[in-house]
């Protein structure tokens, strides 16, 4: 049998962190004796507890101190983290330890040092000359670099909620199901939007070419003119439909007037993408105008933040795609950084892949009309995201007339 | 080897009558043989075709028969139909003709009777006296009365399609799936619930408790004060929620105005049917001042005709929900006829309960953010309807915005 | 600001019981202050805690008062329930306490009386000469039934989840995605059924159409063959279906052995339903030898209570089908008494009238392609549900493999 | 008004593809006149058809004729296909033809010759010297390469059906819903795997994640060691989560034995692509022993060509996936050549990818439990394929149950 004490400092009831901890104790047949408990009695006096954990063996006691560790447990007389140097470029130290995407400190030479670039499910770095502490993905390691392994010396910060406040990214927030209203929580999100907006914070916006077949593109154009967009994720297939309906007037040929597939329709994105291909790029088929309105004109016009990042399934594809995975995760990491809110918007993939970017602080909006996709964006870890089940069409006409005024 | 003439008239080529015809023979492993066939040139002139249809016994070629008979196939030298006498009220001849939902003739005395009360899956009655030919459904029918048998003297007229129109309803459309654009259908449907409006039409509402669920109730309240509802299905939930909104402000414990959930909101919709029982119905209830508005409210100050059907789902139920099925359906029916346009919004019970009572020529809009149950409502043979996967509050709030000016 | 005490007992940490007592204080901007807790050490030592709980008002604290109490919490010092008298057949008094479907007692002078018959969203009577409390759905109370209101006198006894054992029915069990192993589950639901029938427990079957249709009919046959059905709740889809599967080989006109629709077939149900109308039922259509196989054939030859509750889609219906919804109720309220496993199979109607009615007790198992249907049925409440989003002909086969031998 | 006349040989009533052609021609609001037409009396005697088209332009004409062309229909008198010369590589002339994935001749010198490697949306190129036509995508063509423009001289070959065969890879079949019986289809597709295998023929598996997530990786397992499986297409997740149920007994860190998470598990697969990486790859990792069982090690073991193409979600990545999505097109391009039957299972993006590629006449099997994904996959065109809406683990068990004597 082997023991630990840990301790929980700050709202760990109301943002049930308190309750978390213990339940991940007994679904680990692990126990726990609380030593001490104090609860704070106003909405903003913060809470304090410390326990015992114990466990069957040591090496059960120290997988669990490493899980209640990611819920925000300081392990009592924490050493320093302990770190492994990397021996073979993009190869971690076996018991390397992946962060989670929450706020995160590594105490070293006895100082707790925050955690530079969080993200999930990457290494954390220890630069000793600096004293700095920094994310790191496995590929991007070189032979020498400080990784910490172990659980020992690291503290997470879970996202907390006072009694006091309660916003519309709350905490653990379900996804909205279509059957609730979401005419209030399109409100809410064009006021934080104006908000972030207002204290010059970035909007990131991820987008699945349904955006362009349903017709929302003039949408998110107008969106990008009222300044409300500073960084755009998608693929191939947006630029290409994007630039299919400047050029035709269709979407994957059907036109946008009408809803009517038009003759020899079914090519027109094939011409749009090669068209782009012979200018040498989307920026060269703006400024020659060949593409004169939607999402991309407005992105150009507007010096917003364009990664379009590929995939398998591309025809062509336009030059601007960036065709190398490792390139475009790099290239998507770097325009992530400051982002304040981010709208996914009919895009699995490229939803997948920036929720996988994104630190949890991040207010995150996603919509579709597939719950599936929704409950998968949504609900990663314990991040301040709003899921709506809804048309993506239909949503964006009602938020851009919440902003448009 | 059995064979019969069939003849075919009108669009049959416009309408892809003739392509059904031969593909349903091929499907039979039976042959044809074409013996005439003129194809209209015009857009208006109708084509005609004759052919011999080969199967290898005459019982497969009755029932070969009998399918390309519904599809508007005319077996020539029909005899006049045959009917067998009902035995045991509420039971059929064994070998009943079973309807589609499609107009349909009965040759009566060597004359074609159009059958009235079309509707699918029932048998049709003749009575002698008055040459007259209606539909019954099978527990309806006594003693004496006089059932068409087998296929001989039955002639279905398909939906015709001409190539010089077509407008949103039209024939064999798919349904609209999330991925095009919904604005233009939805001015469409806009245009042609005016037009209904205009030429003194009935259109027709069934609802699901989600129309509650989400507020889009005040855009159907609305719609009922435009003018543009004459018929209203639904069953016990939306009449127990909307009075729930109209006398606490919330539906299904959750606040409306705020999407927030109340203190013992779980409560509010059985004080609600309790409240309407103890004054004994919903018309005492807006009389007195209990429910002061919402789709309830309008409907009973605007005549809408209200049928509530119940299921064994159900709370209470309220008083003016029918508890008999039987009942219910025949209610239904009396009240179906003569719609001109309807429109099943998040509803999938009700719903498929009046697609099988409405006949096919009834313009039909269907909308659910399910596309199953889009798929499973708008898919019912060759029906003008229109099917739309989208959210039924974003929906009918687009809708309203058409028709309001 | 009003305040007063309430106390916790039993496996309230295990069970998540205390923090969702806390987080539901909190929801309501209403504060606790911890007066005294006691958190069993062992597995299987209960826990204990006492705390003030605050509003800003007297009718905050009692509506919060009445949501803590559902969760478990005992109100100290509660007086007896209080009662009102009913004056109106099928109308309850305004302030009615509305029942949850978790074992509950009720103080009654002096003494905690348990309730019998439990279920959801019903109201309780008290018998003060038998000392006996009991519920009652809205409906069925009579004048002069001393019906509970408000929230004192009530105790509600949660679900518990001790650190000791965990099956598979676990508390506040997730649904079992389609991106987790079925075999598993399916392994445990077999051994869970075996158990039952092994004590004598009734098992209940909630069968949709899509059992027939798929074929998944012979693998229900099998299991009522096997003994492990006595109660099966169904509509007239069901029965209609598997008795054209018995007399045609066809579930809607699709032959169930080739997959390829027949002749005719869209006919077949109809012709099924008027053959057993003509008997003048199901019994009478086994005994006659029209119907030789399947559910229907098997259930009634097993003495399987068989409660077919009908609904507004219904053609025909068979004589068997009950047709007033009341009374269909109170037959599957009646038949749920006492059923130890309940299996929900690709039925939504069903389903969710069953739901209404079974106690939280009941182990219960939900099946269905449409996570949006699991979703529905599993997570209503603390129940001991399994939600599994699989194709439920492939599951029935795996199910019927482990039972078999 | 421009004319002109067009022909159809072959099974052109069948296949249905005279009806399409005249749905073709009324939708573009032009006209048609049959000048002959010969309908082919015994179920082997293919038909003719001639007939003048006529439209309101010379432009619209030539459009309309491109899409009949496609649908099969030979245009009277066609010319020598004309061809452009590529003056920039990667770009194509604007008017090139773009093809479908049907069989497609091109003539040339007037002489019709087959185009090799046909597949979807891609431009075809003529050798003079040779006098070979055959595919190449937008990015590969290079300056000097003379690519087909226009619609002349180009034949397309759509999928027959003749009366005598229906089998069940059949034309224009529909998904197959899960509420249809899927015991008899999938015999079916395992008699079709036989008799692929029988014949020497190469099967292709396309992998998703929840293959490996519900244990279904044994099955896969299976069928590569019973000689089934020739190709497998996947990504990056599933041979991080088949080498992390190799290594750890895991997958996304649920234990596969017992369906429960376990410690620290969610960091599993990255240990496992770390461990991949230290070594170099996945053939490395199978030789030390490190990865035992699963699809890769068997996929290795017996030869399988793996192609592993890489998207933006991907962690690590494992050396042997592919970055980058043009390298990774013509690495799957070059193994689906020959490809006799395919299987997509639970797969989206590599699904879509691979149809893109695969020519209609590969007999190709969709399974997916959303119904949305089946729809996607299974509707490209005229392909021969068959999608069923059910659960992947439980459709691999059956079939490998039909395969394994």
Redesign the interface.
């Known amino acids: 049998m082997a023991s630990h004490e840990i301790e929980l400092h700050g709202h760990i009831?109301?943002s049930?962190i308190?309750?978390r901890i213990?339940?991940t104790i007994?679904r680990?047949?692990a126990?726990?004796?609380?030593q001490e408990?104090h609860?704070g009695?106003?909405?903003t006096e913060p809470s304090h507890a410390r326990m015992t954990v114990s466990a069957a063996t040591q090496a059960?006691l120290d997988?669990?101190l490493?899980?209640l560790e990611q819920l925000g447990a300081e392990i009592v007389g924490a050493p320093d983290a302990q770190t492994h140097v990397v021996e073979?470029d993009?190869?971690?130290p076996?018991d390397?330890y992946?962060t989670t995407n929450l706020p995160t400190d590594v105490r070293v030479a006895g100082e707790w040092l925050p955690v530079a670039d969080i993200e999930m499910?990457v290494a954390i770095i220890i630069d000793p000359a600096t004293l700095a502490a920094r994310c790191l993905?496995?590929?991007q390691v070189r032979v020498g670099d400080a990784v910490v392994v172990g659980h020992g010396g690291i503290r997470v910060h879970p996202l907390e909620r006072t009694?006091a406040t309660e916003d519309v990214f709350s905490f653990m927030q379900n996804s909205?199901s279509?059957?609730?209203?979401?005419?209030?929580?399109i409100a809410d999100i064009a006021r934080e939007m104006r908000a972030a907006h207002g204290r010059g914070g970035k909007i990131l916006l991820v987008l699945g070419?349904?955006v362009v077949?349903?017709?929302?593109r003039r949408y998110v154009a107008e969106l990008i003119a009222l300044g409300y967009v500073q960084v755009i994720f998608a693929g191939n297939a947006v630029a290409a439909h994007d630039t299919e309906a400047a050029m035709f007037g269709t979407s994957l040929g059907?036109d946008?007037?009408?809803?009517d597939p038009v003759?020899?329709g079914?090519?027109h994105h094939?011409?749009a993408?090669?068209?782009v291909?012979?200018l040498g790029g989307l920026r060269a088929a703006v400024a020659a105008g060949v593409v004169t309105e939607g999402i991309i004109a407005e992105a150009i016009r507007h010096d917003v933040e364009l990664v379009l990042?590929?995939?398998?399934?591309?025809?062509?594809?336009i030059p601007d795609v960036i065709?190398?995975?490792?390139v475009?995760?790099e290239r998507?990491r770097a325009a992530a950084r400051g982002v304040d809110v981010a709208l996914m918007l009919a895009s699995?993939?490229?939803g997948?892949?920036t929720g996988?970017l994104l630190p949890a602080t991040v207010r995150t909006v996603v919509v579709d009309?597939?719950?599936?996709v929704v409950t998968k964006l949504a609900d990663r870890g314990t991040t301040q995201a709003i899921g709506l089940?809804?048309?993506?069409?239909?949503?964006l006409?009602?938020l851009v007339e919440h902003l448009r005024d």
């Open positions: 009831i109301d049930l308190l309750p213990w339940d007994m680990a047949s126990t726990f004796q609380v408990m609860i009695v106003s909405a059960a997988d669990l490493g899980d073979q993009g190869v971690l076996d390397f992946a499910d993905p496995m590929h009694r909205v279509s059957e609730r209203s979401k005419g209030l929580v070419p349904a077949h349903t017709g929302a059907v946008l007037q009408t809803g003759q020899d079914h090519r094939l011409r993408i090669n068209a291909r012979r990042a590929g995939s398998i399934r591309d025809d062509g594809p065709t190398d995975m490792i475009a995760q998507m699995m993939l490229h997948i892949a996988n009309i597939n719950p599936a089940v809804t048309d993506t069409e239909l949503f006409r009602e």
